[in-house]
């Protein structure tokens, strides 16, 4: 989902600037938003949400304001107003406000160093934001990125959307040859209504030779090595990534329809393994 700025800023690091390359949208009707079971899979890691802070043997949170390799608009905070727990959901909050040289506010968690996993299951149950500006994303990040770079280092994005598009969300894969506008996506099209009126279980099924993106359990789009422009880097742990940017090079910043505060709603994270 993002672009990415030097090493000294590989830590402050954003879902990927630009839409990718895209093919025809397939237009489905919604579906019900239940845990999709599969035989094949087993749960190896979750979080609920539900206790009363964010759980630190889990997440960290990631905070600064310099566009995150994007041009956004937004200062990452921990703090309680643009981070916390509630009634068992996750709350990621963009708020208009002045901070740090900033106009908005909002919060960003990952898993780097905590759970970092190859191949597997990895889905969460969202409800995402609605208004121009704004842009709510789950994706992975490899976990070399400290030595490879970006996007060497492989960057799996398992959902994106941006405001403008409220029926539409995104997956994608970035990696070297094929990153950035050029990255290897395709969209999803609810017929009817916005990804903001209900939570959604968003996933990726991610294996040795193929990635699959799954919105409550339809698939609509995989990734196999001879498709790609460039070099399979999906073979090594990745980290997860939740956080709502508002404004960059894709979104466009928000105007006046755009209300504040925005929430991105996380009901859970659970990532599975093939059963062996």
């Not at 990895?122 to 400290?146: C, D, V, Y």
């Not at 040859?177 to 903001?196: I, T, V």
Request: charged content about 20%; hydrophobic content about 35%.
């Amino acid at each position: 989902m993002k672009k990415y700025l030097t090493l000294a800023c590989l830590f402050f690091l954003c879902a990927c600037g630009g839409s990718a390359t895209q093919v025809a949208t397939p237009v489905l009707e919604p579906s019900v938003t239940t845990q999709v079971s599969n035989p094949i899979w087993e749960l190896v890691w979750q979080d609920e949400f539900d206790g009363s802070t964010l759980d630190h043997s889990k997440w960290q949170e990631e905070t600064g304001g310099d566009g995150w390799g994007n041009h956004e608009l937004q200062f990452y905070t921990s703090r309680t107003e643009n981070l916390r727990l509630a009634e068992g959901k996750l709350i990621i909050e963009a708020r208009k406000e002045n901070y740090s040289g900033r106009e908005y506010t909002s919060a960003r968690i990952k898993t780097a160093g905590l759970q970092e996993t190859t191949y597997g299951r990895f889905e969460a149950r969202i409800k995402i934001p609605a208004g121009q500006g704004t842009w709510p994303a789950f994706w992975m990040l490899g976990n070399n990125i400290s030595t490879a770079g970006w996007p060497n280092c492989g960057e799996i994005d398992i959902m994106e959307n941006i405001g403008k598009e409220p029926a539409t969300i995104h997956g994608t894969v970035h990696g070297p040859g094929y990153s950035g506008a050029q990255g290897n996506g395709r969209p999803y099209s609810l017929a009817s209504g916005k990804f903001a009126d209900e939570y959604h279980i968003y996933a990726v099924e991610w294996e040795a030779t193929e990635i699959r993106w799954y919105v409550d359990g339809i698939q609509y789009h995989s990734v196999r090595p001879d498709q790609l422009a460039g070099k399979w880097v999906f073979d090594h742990p990745h980290f997860l990534i939740l956080n709502l940017a508002i404004g960059g090079d894709w979104p466009g910043t928000p105007d006046a329809s755009t209300v504040f505060p925005q929430q991105m709603l996380v009901d859970y994270v659970r990532v599975f393994k093939r059963k062996s």
